[in-house]
């Protein structure tokens, strides 16, 4: 199946400071990519939609300007927490899906970037 | 907005026995429904999936029913193996290519 790179896979950064997380498509073309994050032993929650040339797309109450979302290229999103605090600590997961036209397929997951601050 | 809900939180079943994990959704316009296996500290990785114009799908011992008129969709496993102890995501996606996981179900398969 297709490749989803997701870089760092943990980090450990102190509160106040911003943290950026990389997802890369390696072996196809993505103009729309999704971040997720999940917390111990949770489901995946939503929080935008990457749009590759175009702002992102983001879930009730997840706050832009914290979570800053960048699609430069079709195979590049990045997600940087701002001033981050603990409570940010989670599991950040993006995904991302060969475009195909209209129609639906399997979304490749990243393999995840584990944030702690402290 | 959208709604996956997944049923039972947790399952636990015995070597060889089938397990049964069940989900609904609310939008729909929804049209593709993937179910994903995720093991501790990985990424979800898919292991069957079923489109709205079908109402059945089988792989091996994994298959997926979907019912379009009630939103139910449920993914069984036969003949389950201690390897098939997991969390497993149930996901709902609409044309923009949403997708909107399921609670999670935390299966464990005992030897």
């Known amino acids: 199946g297709a490749v989803v790179s997701q870089h760092p896979s943990w980090v450990i950064c102190k509160s106040g400071t911003s943290v950026k997380i990389e997802c890369r498509s390696l072996?196809?073309?993505?103009?729309?990519m999704f971040w997720y994050r999940q917390f111990p032993k949770q489901s995946l929650m939503l929080m935008a939609t990457?749009?590759?040339?175009?702002?992102?797309?983001?879930e009730q109450g997840v706050e832009k300007d914290k979570f800053l979302i960048n699609h430069a290229s079709l195979t590049l999103s990045t997600l940087t927490v701002t001033s981050a605090h603990p409570e940010d600590s989670s599991f950040y997961i993006c995904?991302?899906?060969?475009?195909?036209?209209?129609?639906?397929?399997?979304?490749?997951f990243g393999q995840g970037t584990r944030l702690t601050v402290v | 907005g959208e709604n996956v809900e997944q049923h039972p939180s947790t399952l636990s079943v015995q070597e060889g026995d089938s397990a049964v994990i069940k989900c609904t959704y609310s939008?729909?316009?929804?049209?593709?429904f993937p179910w994903y296996k995720q093991e501790l500290g990985k990424r979800p990785q898919l292991i069957i999936d079923?489109?709205?114009?079908?109402g059945e799908k089988k792989d091996q011992r994994i298959a997926v029913t979907l019912n379009k008129t009630a939103k139910h969709f449920s993914l069984h496993i036969t003949e389950t193996q201690p390897e098939d102890s997991a969390v497993y995501f149930c996901?709902?996606?609409?044309?923009?290519?949403?997708?909107?996981f399921g609670a999670g179900t935390r299966l464990f398969v005992k030897a």
């Open positions: 995904s991302a899906r060969p475009a195909t036209g209209t129609l639906n397929t399997e979304a490749f």
């Open positions: 072996d196809f073309q993505a103009t729309t």
């Open positions: 990457s749009n590759e040339g175009s702002k992102a797309t983001y």
């Open positions: 939008d729909s316009a929804s049209n593709y």
């Open positions: 079923i489109r709205s114009n079908v």
């Open positions: 996901a709902a996606s609409t044309g923009g290519f949403k997708t909107i």
